[in-house]
């Protein structure tokens, strides 16, 4: 069952959102060359920390870093190192963070350095793939009206959906119901309905969407190694629209 957040609860998301927010512009600018992921994850603990919220991911399911951390051909859930950074990579922090007891959610993808073509291409058109996603958002939509979008998006520039991997509700539990996939058909799926809150994340490849998982039991990469994109934003059903949370 979707549930339908009351005043209160969207306060405590949007707080919830907007520190996940402010945790993205305190990290960007130490996202260069030599920085280790393990250093990265330090600074994002202690900053959600320091906003009086907890880092969500440490412990979840047993997840054992405080933010996911993934580069290039990493799509998601990258565990934090002593890996450092390159010079072209392109890196994704994926912050959650609980604020009394609500969660925020919101994956990024950036740029190292100077980057290819092809890292620039992946990068631009998985976030447009995310607008073109929230752009059909409003009550009485269906799931499978974002789906259709990001899907068609990404079809149109040629790029891999990973099926396997999905947005969600979020509340306060991190993932809540409805799954929601990147791919599908418009007027299909549940119903979205003012006051819903879920996270839209297009995950997207520059080759196959096929994918597997390392040894480590968590980090996803692609099959043939190609560079992948994520990008996602929590929202609140409005009457005719939405609200991003994750935002200043």
């Given at each position: ?77 990258g565990i934090a190192s ?95 119901e409805p799954n929601v ?56 059903v409005t009457d005719d ?8």
């Amino acid at each position: 069952m979707i549930s339908i957040k009351s005043d209160r609860e969207i306060e405590l998301l949007r707080e919830a959102g907007h520190i996940v927010y402010e945790t993205h512009q305190y990290l960007k600018p130490f996202l260069h060359p030599g920085i280790t992921t393990q250093e990265i994850d330090d600074l994002a603990a202690e900053f959600i920390i320091s906003k009086g919220a907890t880092p969500s991911c440490k412990g979840y399911n047993g997840y054992p870093a405080n933010i996911c951390i993934s580069i290039n051909d990493e799509v998601v859930h990258g565990i934090a190192s002593k890996r450092k950074l390159k010079e072209g990579d392109i890196v994704t922090l994926d912050i959650c963070a609980c604020y009394k007891g609500y969660h925020g959610d919101s994956a990024w993808s950036y740029p190292v350095g100077n980057i290819s073509s092809d890292a620039k291409y992946i990068l631009e058109h998985t976030e447009k793939a995310l607008y073109e996603g929230l752009k059909v958002i409003k009550n009485g939509c269906r799931v499978g009206d974002i789906s259709h979008a990001v899907e068609e998006y990404a079809n149109t520039y040629h790029l891999g959906v990973v099926k396997e991997l999905t947005g969600h509700g979020v509340g306060n539990h991190l993932h809540e119901e409805p799954n929601v996939p990147n791919y599908g058909k418009a007027g299909t799926g549940p119903v979205l309905r003012t006051g819903m809150v879920i996270a839209v994340e297009p995950m997207l490849t520059l080759g196959s969407p096929d994918i597997y998982m390392l040894d480590d039991d968590w980090t996803i990469k692609t099959d043939d190694g190609s560079l992948s994109g994520h990008f996602e934003h929590t929202i609140v059903v409005t009457d005719d629209g939405y609200e991003i949370l994750t935002k200043e």
